[in-house]
């Protein structure tokens, strides 16, 4: 079972940048795609951003606003969130996920795996 470990959150001001990271514990990581959720208090998971590994090509939510940029390192095994002019309803638990089932174009993704989560605070 691969490990996902979540790390970049912290507190922060409104209108500040932050970039999460996700590092996967396999040597060998290939996953059909890598995903970002956040779940704030009191709400249910949602989901930020998703990145299909072998091309790069980005998916988003519509309600981020344009506001998060998905990445991934694959010689890194490492999966990113960069987000910009965080509010304070952007407080949540970041969750990174990856979907380790196989290629197919245009298949839809099914996130099996999950790490711990790592807080994001944002102050107004």
């Known amino acids: 079972q691969v490990q996902l470990v979540e790390s970049g959150g912290g507190l922060v001001q409104a209108g500040d940048s932050l970039t999460l990271s996700c590092a996967a514990s396999e040597r060998t990581f290939s996953p059909y795609g890598m995903g970002w959720y956040r779940q704030a208090p009191g709400k249910e998971r949602e989901f930020v951003a998703a990145?299909?590994?072998?091309?790069?090509?980005?998916f988003y939510s519509d309600s981020m606003e344009g506001r998060f940029t998905i990445s991934r390192d694959i010689d890194k095994n490492t999966v990113y969130l960069q987000s910009n002019s965080l509010k304070p309803e952007d407080t949540a638990v970041y969750y990174c996920?990856?979907?380790?089932?196989?290629?197919?174009?245009?298949?839809?993704?099914?996130?099996?795996?999950w790490g711990q989560g790592t807080q994001v605070i944002v102050s107004s």
């Open positions: 990145i299909t590994w072998s091309t790069g090509a980005p």
């Open positions: 996920a990856a979907d380790l089932g196989v290629f197919v174009v245009g298949r839809p993704y099914s996130f099996g795996s």
